[in-house]
């Protein structure tokens, strides 16, 4: 069961990042020629969206109850706190995790209700850019000391 959400968790990371950056260029494309916001704008940020908050409810399970390592900090209490791999998943991982998805909702439910077209696609842009950069800072990338994971889901992964 954890290897399973693990695994899932992984490679949707995939799917949210090149839908993000798809909206991104899209959104920088119509507002610079002033094309209409169309239905395939509106499809695409629904996926987006879909994918974000499917990311955050498998990691949500993770938090709740099959990670061990959250677990672990939980366990540890305060000291957890102190403790920078612990932290990370306990504290940072989540709170930005929530952070993207009250963003990337806000982002969505807004911009259907902007006057023109040019400004949806300028809103979306922008708040896709913001939501994309905390991704980054929280994605635990293997170049990152301690904290850091594969790039795809490893065969080892319910090792961790
Ligand atoms: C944890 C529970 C969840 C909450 C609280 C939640 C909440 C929301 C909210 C507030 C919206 C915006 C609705 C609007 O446009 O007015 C939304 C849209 C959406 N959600 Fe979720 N969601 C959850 C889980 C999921 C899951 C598990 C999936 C996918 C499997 C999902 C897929 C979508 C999609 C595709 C949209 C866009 C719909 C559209 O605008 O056409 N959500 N959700
Ligand atoms: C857009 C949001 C998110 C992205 C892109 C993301 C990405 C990732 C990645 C790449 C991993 C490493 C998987 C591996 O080891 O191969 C991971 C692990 C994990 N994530 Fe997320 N995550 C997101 C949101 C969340 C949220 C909101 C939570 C908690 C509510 C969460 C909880 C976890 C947990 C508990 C682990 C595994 C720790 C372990 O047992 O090793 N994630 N996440």
Not at 20 to 40: K, L
Not at 65 to 75: K, Q, R, T
Not at 84 to 106: I, Y
Request: glycine share 8%; net charge positive; hydrophobic share 60%.
């Amino acid at each position: 069961m954890y290897a399973a959400f693990l695994v899932v968790h992984s490679l949707l990371r995939w799917a949210v990042l090149v839908l993000a950056v798809v909206v991104i260029a899209r959104g920088v494309s119509g507002m610079r020629s002033g094309r209409a916001f169309d239905a395939t704008d509106n499809k695409l940020g629904a996926a987006f969206l879909g994918s974000v908050h499917l990311q955050v409810l498998l990691g949500l399970a993770l938090h709740l109850g099959l990670s061990p390592i959250v677990s672990a900090a939980m366990a540890a209490g305060g000291a957890a706190m102190r403790d920078k791999v612990l932290r990370f998943w306990m504290v940072e991982h989540l709170s930005m995790g929530l952070l993207v998805a009250v963003l990337v909702t806000v982002v969505r439910v807004r911009a259907k209700k902007l006057p023109t077209d040019v400004a949806k696609h300028k809103f979306v842009a922008l708040g896709t850019v913001a939501a994309l950069v905390v991704m980054f800072a929280m994605i635990p990338w293997p170049f990152r000391p301690r904290v850091g994971r594969s790039l795809l889901p490893s065969p080892t992964v319910s090792a961790h």
